[in-house]
């Protein structure tokens, strides 16, 4: 992640200006929640699901029908 400034012509500002303009605000943060993240979605196994084949085909390259991907909880135990 770069942090130089936006250009004349960006329309929005760039990673280092919202840091700098954050820093420089000195407030905290928007909400403090001591619950797990997945309360912040309605449906965060959906979001899981998206987000992890999203990763998969984007970062490593694997094709999507080579994908099996199943919860942590119901995938069968590895034998040591």
């Not at 840091?19 to 965060?44: K, M, Y």
């Amino acid at each position: 992640m770069g942090l130089e400034p936006a250009g004349l012509f960006h329309t929005h500002p760039s990673n280092g200006d919202r840091i700098r303009g954050a820093r420089l605000a000195n407030e905290p943060g928007l909400f403090d929640l001591e619950a797990p993240a997945t309360g912040l979605f309605s449906n965060f196994a959906v979001a899981a699901k998206q987000v992890t084949l999203l990763h998969y085909s984007d970062d490593p390259g694997i094709p999507l029908g080579m994908a099996k991907l199943m919860p942590v909880a119901t995938a069968p135990a590895l034998e040591q």
